[in-house]
């Protein structure tokens, strides 16, 4: 026999059942409003890496306008054509470290204007080593001033050698400009006493470079200062592995054989209107000194 609840009962199933009804209405509409949300934190990384984007510096080519480059000539030439691509790696960075700076002028005033200035000082050296003993060229001034393109890579590197954002690079990437004949001396600073690797210089046995394989040759004689950087990066980041003829087997004899490829590659560009030289193979082999 069912037996009537008391009135003070009856409201305290009301309330409860209304709080219930009430605390699962908002679960929902607190379930629907989070899935109806948008993630703002892809909108903030893409506004980040946006604002960290400011473009990149692209400069007129120097290696392809060059004549035919006499060999005594041709290391200086080299080193100058490098400090270009070292130019404009420096001023893309400044560009990035500076976002958000200055006025409307800043990147003309504090980035393109130094770096012309600094192009010129560069192309003049360059075209007074070639007219020591050669016709010198002229008009290498008009390949001075960049500009800023705002949405892609840079692509003109002063050196004829195209290069992703960084890439580096070159390299991809790396860097690593300096005079070749410096690098291959095997100078670089702090590698904690691991030593050096030392490489025959290439550029300093050529011979004249035809106008038509000055940029190929550039770039390859470019290519053969990043493989000895890489090469004494390495070095220094294997300390301690393998047995005693693990920088012969792991470095060195890697190196030697990228060297070789590079510099076939060089001869065969020079060969393809002049004379191909030949003995280059002996420059390949690198040596480790402490």
Do not use: H, W
């Not at 009537?4 to 009301?14: D, E, M, S, W």
């Not at 200086?76 to 490098?82: G, I, K, M, S, Y």
């Not at 020591?132 to 840079?154: F, I, S």
């Not at 770039?219 to 004494?232: K, P, Y």
């Amino acid at each position: 026999m069912s037996r009537a609840l008391p009135k003070y009962n009856k409201r305290r199933v009301a309330i409860i059942g209304g709080a219930a009804a009430v605390a699962l209405s908002g679960a929902v509409i607190a379930g629907s409003a989070l899935a109806g949300t948008p993630d703002n934190s892809s909108g903030t990384a893409n506004a980040r890496t946006f604002a960290a984007s400011p473009g990149t510096i692209t400069c007129p080519d120097v290696a392809s306008k060059l004549p035919a480059i006499p060999a005594t000539a041709q290391a200086e030439v080299t080193r100058n054509l490098a400090l270009l691509q070292t130019q404009i790696q420096e001023a893309n960075k400044r560009l990035v470290d500076t976002v958000g700076q200055g006025g409307p002028n800043f990147v003309n005033n504090a980035i393109l204007g130094p770096l012309k200035d600094k192009r010129i000082a560069t192309v003049n050296r360059i075209a007074t080593a070639i007219g020591r003993t050669a016709a010198k060229p002229t008009g290498l001034d008009a390949l001075a001033p960049c500009t800023l393109n705002a949405g892609g890579t840079n692509t003109n590197t002063g050196t004829g050698t195209a290069t992703g954002s960084t890439a580096a690079s070159a390299a991809p990437g790396k860097t690593g400009n300096q005079q070749q004949s410096a690098g291959n001396a095997g100078t670089n600073a702090g590698n904690s006493g691991v030593g050096t690797i030392s490489c025959p210089d290439v550029a300093s046995k050529l011979p004249a470079i035809p106008a038509t394989a000055q940029a190929e040759v550039t770039r390859n004689l470019t290519l053969l200062q990043t493989q000895i950087q890489e090469a004494n990066n390495r070095l220094r980041s294997t300390v301690g592995q393998g047995g005693p003829n693990f920088v012969q087997n792991a470095i060195l004899g890697p190196l030697a054989d990228k060297r070789k490829s590079t510099i076939d590659r060089i001869a065969i560009s020079i060969g393809r209107t002049a004379a191909k030289p030949t003995g280059l193979d002996s420059l390949a082999a690198c040596t480790l000194t402490k």
